[in-house]
């Protein structure tokens, strides 16, 4: 079976429950069923601070990232009152999702971690979503940026993966899954992990 490298991208106040599901679901594929698929995690700077303060040691910051390397870019949406705007559309990230895109490789993101795709351009005139309560406000912002937005909790558009709120973490992590492996597989592991 061929190695797969996720890149789980933390933004500055990222959420911890939509970053941990990438950390499970593939270490459950790997450790407990034998697929090569290897997490790496990135930032900005070599500590990143979640939303509710937890502070996350990176394996890499964005610097040390040769794309090539990688077969996904993984990205857990953010508070953007405690700054997660600051990274998340920061220029060299939003160049490394499209580097990313470029190369065809799947792009998964959780929530508001669909904001920087729009921003970036790779969900012009494709089908996305995200957060979509608060009267559909960032439904209608991501919109902007051409992206056609279906209300539904997970949409996936060729190689990218975007879902509307924290409780669809985990479904875009097997989505995830099932792109690297088979969906049975996917099934299997979402069997056992009680899903």
Same mark, same amino acid.
């Given at each position: 079976m061929h190695k797969k490298k996720v890149l789980l991208f933390l933004a500055k106040a990222f959420e911890t429950m939509e970053f941990s599901v990438f950390i499970d679901v593939l270490g459950w594929a790997r450790n407990d069923y =034998?697929?090569?698929?290897?997490? &790496?995690?990135?930032?900005?700077?070599?500590?990143?601070?979640?939303?509710?303060?937890?502070? +996350?040691l990176v394996d890499k910051t964005i610097d040390e990232i040769n794309v090539n390397?990688?077969?996904?870019?993984?990205i857990p949406g953010g508070f953007g009152e405690f700054g997660f705007y600051?990274?998340?559309?920061?220029?060299?990230f939003l160049e490394l999702i499209n580097e990313f895109n470029d190369k065809g490789k799947i792009i998964a993101s959780v929530c508001?971690?669909?904001?920087?795709?729009?921003?970036s351009g790779v969900l012009?005139?494709?089908? =996305?979503?995200?957060?979509?309560? &608060?009267?559909?406000?960032?439904?209608?912002k991501l919109s902007e940026f051409g992206v056609?937005? +279906?209300?539904?909790?997970?949409?996936v558009d060729t190689n990218i993966i975007t879902?509307?709120?924290?409780?669809?973490?985990p479904k875009v992590a097997f989505e995830l899954l099932k792109m690297l492996t088979?969906?049975?597989?996917?099934?299997?592991?979402?069997?056992?992990m009680g899903f």
């Open positions: =034998g697929h090569p698929i290897f997490v &790496e995690t990135c930032g900005f700077t070599n500590k990143v601070i979640s939303t509710f303060n937890v502070p +996350v390397d990688y077969d996904v870019l993984a600051e990274d998340a559309y920061n220029e060299r508001s971690g669909a904001m920087p795709l729009g921003k012009k005139n494709r089908r =996305g979503t995200t957060y979509h309560l &608060e009267n559909g406000n960032w439904q209608k056609n937005v +279906v209300n539904e909790p997970v949409v879902s509307y709120c924290p409780e669809t973490a088979t969906e049975e597989d996917m099934l299997k592991i979402k069997h056992d």
